[in-house]
């Protein structure tokens, strides 16, 4: 049985607290390895000798840090099919999947490495009589990353590309469900060139999430996970002082209008809905028809897609739309949501409880499932149910599809999909949730653009990566500053290159 332990002062170490999490492969349901869970004592050791080297790194130009970004890129794409074949094995998604979530991991590091020039601060020259006014942003010093389960490439390359190339050091907190990938791309780090103690990959459950947030020394926590848990971290993060972005959960509304292009609609839905087994925070769970007319064309569009629709492990290459859930007690939560989703009246057209593949019968499978008429008191419409579950609402008009977007307490994405740019652009003015998409199902903003959800799918105020990423792991301080009058003659300028 393969052992993962943590990452720390630049190689693995095996853990010392003597508890373990199995790690399984969902597509065979066979624990294939087991993970050390951190103790206090371990996290805080990590935190301590990171926060030694922090001091050089901090004070290393950045456009040496920024190097370490490049040789990073290029490692990474190196060994891109080797990150995927190992994040597809324990999260289960498609092999093209899995190099999708090292891809848009990989572009925020490439946007890290305009770390300088994010570096920059302000200037006023003579603000007032010989005065000159200049802000500067620093590094925080020690930060945290907290990351899930569902994007384990991802979401860490996320918060390491920011953190690190602005000069902080970082105590990532992997999901214990798929821990391999995090820690392959600390040893990427430290080939590129990154210093030992600067990124500290420490694994763990609660133990180690709550060390973190007492940690006198730890000065942010980038988190993103459930929403209970981001509110949780939030909170305690914020006693101690800490800034904290917390990315949570998600029911991402798609509005299909009567003008939209029903096949262009349907082949959206069935990507965003069960591509990644509906593992994904951008996911569409809710499809919204505006009109009888139009959810009966929808449906009629849906169910032949759905029925073709392949499901498997990741070993069956290109032929696979989508691949198992990742724990049994995944599998079982979205089982009895469907069920629920039944008794509480919903029209149950496509039904992937019983789904079974040969040679596979103890994987973590869900076949896709489609409901019609849900309403929005049942269960399958107010909760996240994180699986290949798409619901239909039918709504009569435009003002009421809006208004349930609207209404729901989660806020991360959303589409509309419509030929009216008048229509298009009044819900993109109105709607309160963070990413819209106009004919686009999955709207998630490129590197150089912010990540973030509204109300209850982020709390904190910067999102993630872009700009924001930046300003999140780093802080200004404003210099105010008037010199005496000096000797202005006799000195010796050469030009002379930075070291
Ligand atoms: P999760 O909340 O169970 O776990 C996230 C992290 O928190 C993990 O590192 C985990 O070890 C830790 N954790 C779990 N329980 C904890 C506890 N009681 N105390 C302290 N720490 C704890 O989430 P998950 O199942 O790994 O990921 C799926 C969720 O993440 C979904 O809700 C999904 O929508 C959300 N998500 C959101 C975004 C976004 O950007 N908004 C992106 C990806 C995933």
């Given at each position: 049985?393969?052992?993962?332990?943590?990452?720390?002062?630049?190689?693995?170490?095996?853990?010392?607290?003597?508890?373990?999490?199995?790690?399984?492969?969902?597509?065979?349901?066979?624990?294939?390895?087991?993970?050390?869970?951190?103790?206090?004592?371990?996290?805080?050791?990590?935190?301590?000798?990171?926060?030694?080297?922090?001091?050089?790194?901090?004070?290393?130009?950045?456009?040496?840090?920024?190097?370490?970004?490049?040789?990073?890129?290029?490692?990474?794409?190196?060994?891109?099919?080797?990150?995927?074949?190992?994040?597809?094995?324990?999260?289960?998604?498609?092999?093209?999947?899995?190099?999708?979530?090292?891809?848009?991991?990989?572009?925020?590091?490439?946007?890290?490495?305009?770390?300088?020039?994010?570096?920059?601060?302000?200037?006023?020259?003579?603000?007032?009589?010989?005065?000159?006014?200049?802000?500067?942003?620093?590094?925080?010093?020690?930060?945290?990353?907290?990351?899930?389960?569902?994007?384990?490439?991802?979401?860490?390359?996320?918060?390491?590309?920011?953190?690190?190339?602005?000069?902080?050091?970082?105590?990532?907190?992997?999901?214990?469900?798929?821990?391999?990938?995090?820690?392959?791309?600390?040893?990427?780090?430290?080939?590129?060139?990154?210093?030992?103690?600067?990124?500290?990959?420490?694994?763990?459950?609660?133990?180690?999430?709550?060390?973190?947030?007492?940690?006198?020394?730890?000065?942010?926590?980038?988190?993103?996970?459930?929403?209970?848990?981001?509110?949780?971290?939030?909170?305690?993060?914020?006693?101690?002082?800490?800034?904290?972005?917390?990315f949570g959960g998600a029911?991402?509304?798609?509005?299909?209008?009567?003008?939209?292009?029903?096949?262009?609609?349907?082949?959206?839905?069935?990507?965003?809905?069960?591509?990644?087994?509906?593992?994904?925070c951008?996911?569409?769970?809710?499809?919204?028809?505006?009109?009888?007319?139009?959810?009966?064309?929808?449906?009629?569009?849906?169910?032949?897609?759905?029925?073709?629709?392949?499901?498997?492990?990741?070993?069956?290459?290109?032929?696979?739309?989508?691949?198992?859930?990742?724990?049994?007690?995944?599998?079982?939560?979205?089982?009895?949501?469907?069920?629920?989703?039944?008794?509480?009246?919903?029209?149950?057209?496509?039904?992937?409880?019983?789904?079974?593949?040969?040679?596979?019968?103890?994987?973590?499978?869900?076949?896709?499932?489609?409901?019609?008429?849900?309403?929005?008191?049942?269960?399958?419409?107010?909760?996240?149910?994180?699986?290949?579950?798409?619901?239909?609402?039918?709504?009569?008009?435009?003002?009421?599809?809006?208004?349930?977007?609207?209404?729901?307490?989660y806020g991360n994405g959303?589409?509309?999909?419509?030929?009216?740019?008048?229509?298009?652009?009044?819900?993109?003015?109105?709607?309160?949730i963070g990413m819209?998409?106009?004919?686009?199902?999955?709207?998630?903003?490129?590197?150089?653009?912010?990540f973030g959800g509204w109300k209850k799918s982020g709390?904190?105020?910067?999102n993630?990566?872009?700009?924001?990423?930046?300003?999140?792991?780093?802080?200004?301080?404003?210099?105010?500053?008037?010199?005496?009058?000096?000797?202005?003659?006799?000195?010796?300028?050469?030009?002379?290159?930075?070291?």
């Amino acid at each position: 049985m393969q052992e993962l332990g943590h990452w720390i002062n630049g190689k693995r170490v095996a853990g010392t607290s003597g508890r373990f999490a199995d790690v399984y492969n969902p597509a065979t349901g066979e624990v294939q390895a087991r993970v050390a869970l951190a103790s206090k004592a371990e996290l805080d050791a990590a935190v301590a000798d990171a926060a030694k080297a922090q001091v050089a790194w901090g004070a290393t130009n950045p456009q040496k840090r920024a190097r370490v970004m490049m040789e990073l890129v290029r490692l990474i794409n190196r060994d891109m099919d080797k990150l995927a074949e190992a994040l597809s094995r324990e999260h289960g998604k498609t092999f093209p999947d899995a190099k999708g979530d090292v891809q848009r991991g990989l572009e925020v590091i490439e946007f890290s490495c305009g770390a300088p020039h994010f570096m920059k601060g302000e200037f006023t020259d003579s603000a007032g009589p010989g005065i000159d006014m200049y802000s500067m942003r620093q590094p925080l010093g020690v930060v945290a990353g907290i990351t899930p389960f569902n994007f384990p490439a991802m979401i860490p390359l996320w918060k390491m590309g920011p953190a690190l190339a602005s000069g902080n050091a970082m105590i990532l907190k992997p999901s214990e469900r798929d821990p391999s990938v995090p820690l392959m791309l600390a040893e990427l780090c430290q080939e590129a060139g990154l210093p030992d103690g600067i990124l500290q990959v420490v694994n763990g459950d609660k133990e180690s999430v709550d060390a973190i947030l007492d940690s006198p020394v730890i000065q942010a926590v980038g988190f993103v996970g459930s929403t209970p848990i981001a509110q949780y971290i939030y909170e305690r993060a914020a006693a101690t002082g800490k800034r904290a972005q917390c990315f949570g959960g998600a029911k991402n509304h798609m509005i299909i209008m009567p003008d939209a292009d029903m096949e262009q609609a349907a082949d959206a839905l069935v990507g965003a809905g069960f591509g990644a087994a509906g593992e994904r925070c951008m996911a569409i769970s809710v499809a919204v028809p505006v009109g009888d007319e139009t959810a009966d064309r929808l449906i009629e569009a849906l169910v032949p897609r759905i029925e073709k629709l392949k499901v498997g492990p990741y070993t069956a290459g290109d032929d696979v739309d989508y691949g198992p859930l990742v724990t049994s007690a995944a599998m079982e939560r979205v089982k009895g949501l469907i069920t629920s989703g039944v008794e509480q009246g919903a029209t149950l057209v496509c039904d992937g409880r019983d789904f079974k593949l040969q040679g596979y019968e103890n994987g973590f499978f869900v076949g896709p499932t489609l409901f019609d008429n849900v309403t929005t008191d049942m269960n399958i419409y107010r909760q996240e149910i994180f699986g290949p579950v798409l619901s239909t609402v039918r709504a009569r008009t435009y003002e009421e599809a809006i208004g349930y977007a609207i209404d729901h307490e989660y806020g991360n994405g959303t589409a509309i999909f419509t030929r009216d740019g008048d229509t298009a652009r009044d819900f993109a003015n109105r709607i309160n949730i963070g990413m819209v998409g106009i004919n686009v199902p999955i709207p998630v903003p490129l590197a150089y653009h912010t990540f973030g959800g509204w109300k209850k799918s982020g709390f904190g105020d910067l999102n993630q990566h872009g700009p924001d990423g930046f300003r999140f792991y780093t802080r200004t301080k404003t210099v105010t500053a008037r010199w005496p009058s000096g000797i202005k003659e006799g000195s010796a300028f050469n030009f002379k290159a930075m070291d």
